[in-house]
């Protein structure tokens, strides 16, 4: 089976002040950065959107290209976890999922793809720019079958501590920056 790719963009964005995946970034909207990204990667499938918030509003202002499964968490208000999981279940039998973020515009299909290829022989793999942990992060079977014990706004974090990860250093292939302000947009 193949790996599928996740991109969580559930949040109320709420630090944003708005709908922030539908915030306009050089005449695009935010999110579409990141899809587009986990899209030009052959290898993932399915690629796999997880909305929550304005999920209705998101999908008919974004075009996903009908090669990506737009799927909403209806619990999306308990954090990031719940997110994570319900990618996790859309993701089915894949035997991997790589998890990026909608608010990251940055990150490429050659980054995603580098992430991906870190695999074998680990659990997961943990993108790290400078030294700081990032996105993607690559959930092995094993991994992605212990999300369900999430709970609350976390991510992977703490569930990683428990595996075999590989942290891979990407800072000098693509920028980081998420975007969480209207300043920080307008910074970019």
């Known amino acids: 089976m193949a790996p599928a790719g996740i991109v969580l963009a559930a949040g109320a964005s709420r630090r944003f002040g708005g709908i922030k995946q539908l915030a306009e970034l050089r005449g695009r909207p935010l999110l579409s950065y990141a899809v587009e990204a986990m899209l ?111 709970s609350g706004d976390t991510g992977a974090r703490d569930l990683l501590s428990r595996f075999r990860v590989r942290e891979w250093e990407a800072g000098h292939l693509c920028s980081a920056a998420d975007i969480d302000t209207r300043e920080e947009l307008a910074e970019l």
């Open 40 to 150: 030009a990667v052959p290898a993932l499938e399915p690629v796999i959107i997880v909305l929550g918030h304005a999920a209705d509003e998101i999908a008919s202002a974004i075009d996903f290209g009908g090669a990506a499964t737009v799927v909403v968490a209806a619990n999306w208000q308990e954090g990031q976890s719940a997110s994570l999981q319900r990618g996790i279940i859309a993701a089915g039998d894949a035997d991997a999922v790589v998890v990026t973020l909608g608010d990251q515009p940055f990150i490429t299909p050659s980054v995603i793809s580098g992430a991906l290829d870190q695999l074998p022989g680990h659990d997961a793999v943990r993108t790290t720019y400078d030294g700081r942990p990032g996105h993607p992060v690559v959930m092995s079977r094993r991994v992605m079958d212990a999300v369900g014990g999430l």
